[in-house]
């Protein structure tokens, strides 16, 4: 740790090998540049050093300028900019006597004027969670910190953009943030109200009001970032605005101001207060039929007024009651004993004759070689094959429960102990969009999973035959089906898990034609204190990340690519390679891509869809199925992009194709 508060990284032969001034984080020293092409991150909170919501960003073409992280950097997200562009300043700087500058060689552009320096005077420029900008000064002598300059220099933290998420708007109380969200929207996270808001029922594709099933809710004096999908509308009222919006199916919200309305969607962001603009935001008539509501809770409940009634009871009224409510007491005290002696009962018969259906709502319940193998009739129906196992259909005696019966080949034998430790670990996987684990077999040499029966066959199945493809509608609530089962696998089950064979054949649709994600056989557990791993190839060609072939560390944003490719696959209906197809169309990816940067989407569909649908998830793919893994969005963005609450950001070019 240098004085200079440069902490270095040398070798044996005293060669720098890392630096923390070339590796900055939300602050620089005295002393330390930040290059172009650089920028600085705030952290996630004042205790949390981890990357935050706000970035400086040291610009190529010579503009320093302050952004949400969560933004696509456009001039309209920036909230600050030192208006340098074009004039070639390659870097900031910040010298020990406090001067902060921007410059070339020997050209410079001052963001402040000089202070006092000495030999206990240090200096400091830091990006706050707040997302200013601000430089200090710190006394050793006196032992003291002075805050000498900030940017932007501003009084509202609304005013910085992006202190609130999307779909939420930003009034400050005593000079904090307070983010409340849109009507018929709630919290992302109640803990963390500044991330953000989603609506609390579902929607998908266009919609309008012609069956009443929706509604418009005035919003007074909130205005957000103008992102309008088509010009501005010259209206005389605000009832008029209203209208244009809710009669049009691509409308989420309208914005008037000054007899203009301008027709959004959502997510909406940047909301601030301003008295001049009326937000109409469109909204779901329950009532009506046909939407659902997902975690909907009030935002402020209401504290009901407490009213004290006082009587005067006789005492023998007073006697009366007592012996009323003593009887209802001995009553349901009986009742509960006698109900509890039955029930107390009933489990133990079903525990004694072992019956399934109790036991698997608990944990996956070992059964024996004999009885799968009866349940099978002698493995006689076979379901599948995989590169693991083959798959059979069975049914248990005991309530004639329709099984599915994988018996595993070729697999390491790990012991008794460590495989019960796995399946026990799998088994307390619960979610909609995961095939669920019924039991298993550790009986000698045999290993085989009981699982839920799945009568709808694979996505594979569904979306690769000739005819009878599923329709626009019903493949995006796959795929949004698909996400929020690995976004379970990967960050809010006990035991995080990395599929490694995200597919359409690992994908099975139960009766209500629900997707679900099938087949851990060659998943790798990870425990909470891990984030990558390395492993040998696993998985299938066609849907393997380029991580796989460099033997880099293999982490969640592996299935983030899998992913990518059954996206594509599902919005396509076609398989990821077809040998048949013309030369620039055998691989699926790059044929994606083209049609992309050639506007020519629709090549790619074989039915009519929504474009602006279309565009949205093909750019969502291309995005998961950057070569890179670290520029791969995260499931939980994922899911959010599916269920329109975040930007889809412009994709690059593919570099690798598995």
Known sequence: ????????????????????????????????????????????????????????????????????????????????????????????YLDDKGWLY??????????????????????????????????????????????????????????????????????????????????GFDYLDANRTSNGCRRNFTASGCYSNDDNTTYMSTLDNVAWMDGSYADSLSVTSDEACSDACLSDCKCDAALFKDNTCSKQVFPLRYGIRDDSTTTFIKLANISAGGWSVINSRPESPSVAPVIIIRRKFSVKISIVSAAIIACIIS????????????????????????????????????????????????????????????????????GQRV?????????????????????????????????????????????????????????????????????????????????????????????????????????????????????????????????????GIRGTRGYLAPEWHKNAPITVKADVYSFGIVLLELVCCRKNMELEAEEDAIILLDCVHNCFMDGELEKLVPDEVDMTELNRLVKLGLCCTHSEPGSRPSMKNVVMMLEGNADISVPPPPGFSS
């Open 102 to 183: 921007l410059h070339q060689g020997n050209v410079a552009s001052n963001l402040t004027s000089g202070y006092r320096n000495g030999t206990a005077l240090v200096y400091r420029a830091t990006l706050g969670v707040d997302g200013i900008f601000r430089l200090y000064s710190h006394d050793f002598e006196l032992n003291t910190e002075q805050e000498l300059k900030k940017f932007p220099e501003v009084t509202d933290p609304c005013a910085v953009k992006g202190a609130c998420g999307m779909n939420s708007y930003c009034t400050s109380a005593n000079g904090q943030v307070v983010c409340s969200c849109l009507p």
């Open 1 to 92: 740790m240098l004085d200079s508060g440069n902490f270095v990284i040398y070798d044996s032969n005293f060669n720098v090998i890392w630096e923390t001034f070339d590796n900055p984080t939300d602050t620089i020293m005295a002393g330390q540049e930040l290059h172009s092409g650089s920028k600085l991150v705030s952290s996630a909170s004042e205790t949390n050093h981890s990357s935050g919501k706000f970035q400086l960003s040291m610009q190529t073409d010579g503009n320093l300028v302050l952004y949400p992280v969560a933004s696509p950097d456009r001039p309209e997200d920036s909230y600050y900019s030192s208006g340098t562009y074009g004039d070639g300043y390659l870097s900031l």
């Open 403 to 535: 099984i599915a019966v994988k018996r595993l080949e070729k697999v390491v034998d790990e012991g008794e102990r460590e495989f019960r430790t796995e399946m026990r670990t799998i088994g307390r996987t619960h979610h909609k969009n995961l095939v669920r684990l019924l039991g298993f077999c550790d009986e000698g040499t045999n290993r085989l999973l009981v699982y839920e029966y799945m009568s709808n066959g694979s996505l594979a199945d569904l979306i690769f035959k000739a005819d009878g493809q599923p329709g626009w509608d019903e493949r995006v609530k796959i795929a949004l089906d698909i996400a929020r089962g690995i976004h379970y696998l990967h960050e809010d089950c006990e035991t995080r898990i990395i599929h490694c064979d995200i597919k359409p054949q690992n994908i099975l649709m139960d009766d209500n034609w629900t997707a679900k994600i099938s087949d851990f056989g060659l998943a790798k557990l990870l425990m909470p204190s891990q984030t990558r791993t390395f492993t």
């Open 331 to 398: 009553s349901l005290a009986a009742l509960i004993f006698f109900f509890y002696r039955y029930r107390a009962g009933r489990y133990g018969r079903l525990w004694r004759n072992k019956e399934p259906a109790l036991v698997d709502e608990i944990a996956p319940r070992p059964f024996s070689y004999h009885e799968l193998r009866e349940a099978t009739d002698g493995f006689k129906e076979k379901l599948g094959k995989g590169a693991f196992g083959t798959v059979f259909k069975g049914t248990l005696p005991r």
